[in-house]
């Protein structure tokens, strides 16, 4: 990241091959063609991407959300989003190097520490403001974690309790914005919430719903879920935050995205990762 060298080739290169690739990624307009000549004119000075200029995509994440992102078996981040973002990496022809961070952090980061995020984050018209979202590429919603013999049951139930979640995370805004006089207890790692709610210490922890599914799969006697739509929460949607003074950065993330939706390459990354049981 941040070295501005041969820019222009790198970005006039992987056009290139995005648009030879033929997938959805490109337009039928002609002015897309894959020539020599229109890729250069696509890829003027200020179109450049600075962040992929040096070959090394470097993505931040949070690597306590599974199945999403988790530290695996060699001690380092994998999961579906650091699957994704390999996979649009290698499309753009870039390294790339992931960073496992505080996720409250994350959005603060992006431009300086890291080039992207990605981890499960939703958009929010907040996050809008700091940075430029890829198009979404994975629908999500908050679910509500409960002691197996609870009896909370809607959002009367949660008003005025002691509620977990994660710092700075949609669950958290929820939280403090939706629920009458519920405490919002943050936690940097989702799970250690989930353990304080196991030892009675909380009365509900509030998660997106595959990491929730992940840690109740693994405390099936102690804890129990209610999907937030009976709160009626609203949905969310996931997508990679990028800076947002890199638009050919955008483009290029989105194209790649793209190719790999029609491909088949997301949909096998949603089997391996997100529908089987492993995880
Ligand atoms: N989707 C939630 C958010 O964006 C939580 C993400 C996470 O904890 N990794 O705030």
Redo the contacts with the bound molecule.
């Keep these: 990241m941040k070295k501005k060298i041969t820019a222009l080739v790198l970005v006039a290169a992987m056009m290139a091959a995005l648009a030879g690739c033929g997938g959805t990624a490109a337009p039928a307009d002609a002015s897309f063609a894959a020539d020599a000549s229109s890729v250069e004119e696509a890829s003027s000075a200020e179109e450049a991407s600075e962040a992929l200029a040096d070959g090394v995509l470097t993505a931040g994440t949070?690597a306590?959300?599974p199945p999403?992102?988790y530290v695996g078996d060699d001690g380092k981040p994998e999961g579906f989003d650091i699957a994704l973002i390999r996979a649009i990496g290698e499309k753009l022809g870039v390294e790339v190097e992931v960073r496992d961070m505080e996720?409250d952090s994350l959005v603060t980061s992006i431009g300086s520490k890291i080039d992207v995020a990605i981890?499960?984050?939703?958009v929010?018209e907040e996050r809008k403001a700091m940075v430029t979202f890829s198009d979404p590429y994975y629908d999500?919603v908050q679910y509500v974690i409960l002691p197996a013999g609870s009896s909370i049951a809607s959002i009367e139930d949660l008003k005025g309790k002691n509620i977990g979640c994660?710092l700075?995370?949609?669950?958290?805004y929820l939280i403090e914005d939706s629920i009458e006089g519920a405490a919002a207890q943050t936690y940097n790692k989702?799970i250690d919430a989930v353990n304080d709610l196991i030892n009675g210490k909380l009365e509900a922890v509030i998660?997106?719903q595959n990491?929730a599914e992940v840690f109740v799969k693994n405390h099936p006697d102690e804890i129990r879920l209610i999907p937030g739509a009976d709160f009626g929460f609203e949905a969310?949607q996931?997508a990679i935050a990028m800076p947002k003074d890199d638009a050919a950065l955008a483009e290029a993330v989105n194209a790649a995205l793209a190719e790999l939706r029609s491909d088949g390459s997301y949909d096998a990354l949603v089997e391996q990762y997100i529908n089987s049981s492993e995880n």
């Design positions: 949070n306590a959300f999403f992102e996720f981890a499960g984050m939703t929010t999500a994660q700075g995370t949609t669950g958290n989702a998660i997106d990491p969310e996931y």
